[in-house]
């Protein structure tokens, strides 16, 4: 069975900082891969999504970039971030649904 | 970006109450999907619809996909405290997955 594993869990950022969330998936080859983005209570925001290694196409045009180094890895990374960066980040991969990770919570301040 | 609006954003009902959530959409999507959110963690997959008009009942709740295929309603019967969460649909096209915009629903005891 498919695992998904993201971290950190929480992240407390200054503004201007760099930012790298990982996301690894276990029991599965060449998924396809999505990064989000939540506003408490709110629905999820399609950011970045893969459909194997180094494919990455953006949904939206924004402060952040994502990489697909390896089959298996997912990687959201930004040079300088926002206040408006803050969010709920989940890591998704596509099987027979749509399984996700357990969420990167972000604070930039 | 498709988008999907959900109605009513926020919902609180007594226990034993009966509701109904929707999904509507200008766009047709090959599937629709329904996930519970609880706090903190990633959405959890309820079920997928995929053809125009299906219904799919899974124990108190009742999934209904349009015959176009836009737009998909949520039915619970006799809510329970156990109900509340984040509902959010989503539609599948090609590689991409739209999430709603999300009903916040409290079931009071």
């Known amino acids: 069975s498919q695992t998904i594993h993201q971290w950190p869990a929480t992240l407390v950022q200054p503004v201007g900082s760099p930012l790298s969330l990982e996301c690894t998936v276990e029991g599965t080859s060449n998924p396809n891969l999505y990064w989000y983005r939540q506003a408490a209570g709110r629905g999820l925001q399609l950011l970045f999504y893969?459909?194997?290694?180094?494919?990455i196409s953006s949904e939206v045009p924004q402060n952040l970039s994502a990489s697909r180094p390896q089959d298996r890895q997912f990687i959201l990374s930004s040079k300088k971030l926002l206040l408006s960066d803050s969010g709920f980040y989940l890591c998704?991969?596509?099987?027979?649904?749509?399984?996700f990770g357990s969420g990167t919570q972000l604070s930039v301040l | 970006t498709q988008l999907l609006e959900q109605s009513p954003q926020f919902l609180s009902i007594q226990e034993g109450e009966n509701l109904t959530v929707y999904c509507n959409s200008s766009?047709?999507?090959?599937?629709l999907q329904w996930y519970r959110q609880e706090p903190g963690e990633g959405p959890v997959l309820l079920v997928t619809?995929?053809?125009?008009?299906e219904v799919k009942k899974l124990k108190r709740l009742t999934f209904q996909f349009g015959d176009a295929r836009k737009d998909s309603s949520l039915h619970i019967t006799a809510a329970q405290p156990g109900d509340t969460g984040l509902y959010l649909c989503?539609?599948?096209?090609?590689?991409?997955?739209?999430f709603g915009t999300g009903t916040s629903l409290t079931v009071i005891p």
């Open positions: 766009s047709v999507f090959s599937s």
């Open positions: 893969s459909v194997g290694i180094g494919q």
């Open positions: 989503a539609g599948g096209t090609g590689n991409q997955f739209y």
């Open positions: 619809v995929v053809t125009g008009g």
């Open positions: 998704a991969c596509e099987g027979e649904k749509l399984f």
